[in-house]
């Protein structure tokens, strides 16, 4: 059974920042890609950025590039979210997803099949 825990979220002021981790178990982490969403309250759930197996590919949403940056772990089995330059509007609960799909079916949320439970970040003006 596939489990995905993230964990980091918080309050932090506009400006500042916060480190999102998503622990996974339950799959051989080291074959999936792994993808940040998020949804805030009315909206749909969006694609934040995505990480192929090996971390040598990524993909991010325009409104965070040069903020936000996804890694990974493979020994860890953990991805993680670095976010920076926080905004009011990042204001959702961030969730983290797994998939077996690879290239750019890894920017699209329906490739992604198992989900974490998601973590609320709320940036402050």
């Known amino acids: 059974q596939v489990q995905l825990v993230e964990s980091g979220g918080g309050l932090v002021q506009a400006g500042g920042s916060l480190r999102l981790s998503c622990a996974a178990s339950g799959l051989t982490f080291s074959t999936y890609a792994m993808g940040w969403f998020r949804q805030a309250p009315g909206k749909d759930r969006e694609l934040v950025a995505a990480?192929?197996?090996?971390?040598?590919?990524?993909h991010y949403a325009e409104y965070v590039k040069g903020r936000f940056t996804i890694s990974r772990d493979n020994v860890k089995n953990t991805v993680y979210l670095q976010m920076n330059s926080l905004r009011p509007e990042d204001t959702a609960v961030y969730y983290c997803?797994?998939?077996?799909?690879?290239?750019?079916?890894?920017?699209?949320?329906?490739?992604?099949?198992?989900w974490g439970q998601g973590t609320q970040v709320t940036v402050s003006p």
């Open positions: 990480i192929n197996w090996n971390g040598e590919n990524t």
């Open positions: 997803a797994a998939t077996k799909y690879g290239g750019t079916w890894i920017q699209r949320r329906s490739s992604y099949d198992s």
